[in-house]
């Protein structure tokens, strides 16, 4: 079974942007922003992992609607 770095990378960003309703929920209710700060450390640890293992050039920002479209035809087929 081989690694989809693909997948991984589409993963972290996921995870990232899902830090955000984490951090103004914490936020506005006065509680510790920790859930949100793991989230964005192991969503940062999955896009550095995948972009450290690809050539470079591979992950841009133009390339990330790219990115997702073939990961989720991947998941959907």
């Known amino acids: ?4 770095l693909d997948l991984v990378f589409v993963i972290g ?3 990232c942007i899902l830090s955000v309703p ?3 929920g914490a936020y506005s209710e006065g509680r ?3 859930a949100g700060m793991i989230l964005v450390i192991v ?5 550095a992992f995948a972009v ?3 050539p470079l ?4 920002a ?3 609607p790219e990115i997702f479209t073939k990961v989720a035809g991947s998941i959907l087929h």
Do not use: E, H
């Not at 079974?1 to 989809?4: E, G, K």
């Not at 969503?43 to 896009?47: D, F």
């Open 1 to 4: 079974m081989t690694l989809d």
């Open 13 to 15: 960003l996921i995870v």
């Open 22 to 24: 984490a951090f103004l």
């Open 32 to 34: 510790s922003l920790r």
């Open 43 to 47: 969503g940062a640890g999955l896009i």
């Open 52 to 54: 450290v293992q690809t």
């Open 57 to 60: 050039g591979t992950y841009s």
């Open 62 to 64: 133009t390339k990330i």
